[in-house]
């Protein structure tokens, strides 16, 4: 299906490296697609320096706003002329079903590449007159050489992300995705070369991330760090781009609860639920997992939910009917899988799921799972998942359900379902996360900050705080008439 690649350094391909082999694995088959040589130091080395040499000599930075625009939407238009292949590479990859892979995460790689284009020319600045003598300005400059690292749950939707904003304000960047889906993103960047980026602004590395990830965050040329991932590689990404005192973005694991009160619009928060926790196969940081419903309506949710959940269909996906496809590894399947129950214990019951899908030799396949959780200090509402894994929790009162949404160390998304304003007014107040959905399931309002809480990450991507990130400021003072300036070293009189 796809030719190996180990790196695209200054518009360049580079097909083979030294390092050892990676197998990328198609999870519906679990054959190997291909054996991608992994980049080593030298490669990585060159893609840095590829990079910097954009940086400081290129013309990406120096072109003028409107030329740049140019560029990042003729990158939109390269995606959507390759919606089939990418969604092809992506689905073989990750295992995602087809049409969520073309409808949400191809289509949102061309427009993010749209969004920044026309972000960047509504650009204003600060100008300070209060002072009688001076005006002040403030400009905004790119910082320099990015490294950026994608997940690899939806490598190009939200690798695209990170490219379009750390290019559109004129950094050049360094790209490595997750080993476990290289494809999609390689091939992305084939399609932005041709598009018309100049080489070196976006280079590529593939590789391990305790490797060639670990190589690239702390290497000396490159100025900032962005990372989607796992809370634990967060940590370890953070701690080495701190000792380089880079700024970075941490975009990292949610435990994300989805409080449905008996005000809520019945078949609305139904179908939103379904939708919070198994698309992308549940493979979402994102995912409504702890699912908090109100007592008066608890068990007539429960029932209709679990009825939903056993129609669901699970099949291959490329199939156009698949709802829910393999998961993305045998390692990830076999995680997903340790949260089971091996008995019934108190307070935790199995409502339906919870084994490998039947009638599957091959592939990653696992039934959509729903528990039934007395408390959250239980582990299946504490740690994340990530899969198609719903925890439900019963609560009696809106106090109760903030205290069991807050309860757990992560903080990325809240969803509420309420038809009672002063419901919904007091629950985004009082719901410490950084996402808050209020009678929606998941969207993503590019123009606003998209980050969460304490575990679930620092800082956050999205329009301004994507240039807050991508540029630093420098204020410029100048006199708004000649200064009459004291003569040191002058005798008076003289």
């Known amino acids: 299906m796809t030719s190996a690649i180990s790196a695209i350094i200054d518009g360049k391909i580079i097909p083979t490296a030294a390092g050892a082999p990676i197998p990328v694995i198609d999870p519906a088959s679990e054959e190997t697609i291909v054996e991608i040589a992994e980049a080593e130091p030298a490669l990585v080395d060159r893609a840095v320096a590829s990079a910097r040499r954009a940086f400081e000599t290129g013309p990406w930075r120096r072109m003028d706003v409107e030329s740049r625009q140019a560029v990042l939407r003729a990158c939109a238009d390269a995606i959507d002329g390759a919606t089939d292949e990418l969604a092809a590479l992506e689905c073989a990859n990750t295992g995602i079903p087809i049409g969520q ?19 960047i020319g509504q650009a204003t600045a600060e100008l300070y007159e209060q002072d009688p003598n001076y005006l002040t300005f ?26 379009a904003s750390a290019i559109a304000f004129g950094n050049s960047c360094v790209i490595k995705p997750a080993e476990q889906a290289p494809l999609g993103v390689n091939l992305l960047v084939e399609l932005l070369q041709k598009a018309g980026v100049p080489a070196g602004v976006v280079n590529l590395l593939n590789g391990r991330g305790a490797t060639t990830g670990d190589q690239l965050v702390r290497h000396d040329d490159v ?13 370890a990404i953070m701690a080495a781009a701190g000792a380089g005192l880079k700024p970075a973005t941490m975009e990292l694991g949610g435990k994300s609860a989805n409080i449905i009160f008996d005000t809520a619009d019945f078949d609305q928060a139904l179908d939103a639920a379904l939708l919070s926790i198994f698309t992308t196969n549940g493979q979402q940081c994102l995912a409504g997992s702890r699912i908090l419903v109100q007592r008066g309506i608890a068990g007539r949710f429960v029932e209709a939910f679990i009825a939903r959940t056993k129609a669901l269909r699970i099949g291959h996906p490329l199939e156009a009917g698949t709802e ?52 959250i200090d239980d582990r299946i509402c504490q740690e994340e998942i990530f899969g198609p894994f719903a925890a439900v929790t019963v609560f009696d009162t809106a106090e109760e359900a903030y ?30 996360s950084g996402i808050v959905w209020c009678n929606t399931p998941m969207m993503r309002e590019l123009r606003a900050p998209f980050g969460g809480y304490r575990d679930s990450g620092v800082g956050a991507e999205g329009g301004r705080a ?3 990130f991508y540029t630093r400021q420098k204020a410029v003072s100048i006199p708004r008439r000649p200064l009459t300036l004291r003569k040191l070293g002058m005798q008076q009189g003289a």
């Open 466 to 468: 994507g240039e807050a």
């Open 101 to 119: 892979v073309r409808d949400r995460q191809v289509a949102r790689s061309a427009y993010n590449f749209r969004f920044f284009a026309d972000y």
């Open 403 to 432: 205290a069991l949404a807050n309860g757990t160390r992560f903080g990325l998304v809240s969803y509420v379902w309420s038809q009672d304003i002063a419901t919904v007014m007091e629950a985004q107040d009082r719901l410490s």
């Open 138 to 163: 403030v400009r905004r400059e790119p910082v320099g050489v990015a490294a950026l690292i994608s997940p690899w749950n939806a490598p190009i939707a939200l690798g695209s992300m990170k490219i």
């Open 223 to 235: 100025d900032l760090v962005s990372f989607t991932g796992g809370t634990a590689t967060g940590r």
């Open 324 to 375: 829910i496809g393999p998961l993305a590894s045998r390692r990830h399947l076999d995680h997903v899988l340790g949260f089971v129950p091996v008995t019934e214990r108190p307070g935790v019951h199995i409502l339906t799921g919870g084994r490998r899908a039947p009638g599957f030799e091959r592939g990653n396949y696992i039934e959509p799972t729903v528990v039934a959780v007395d408390s």
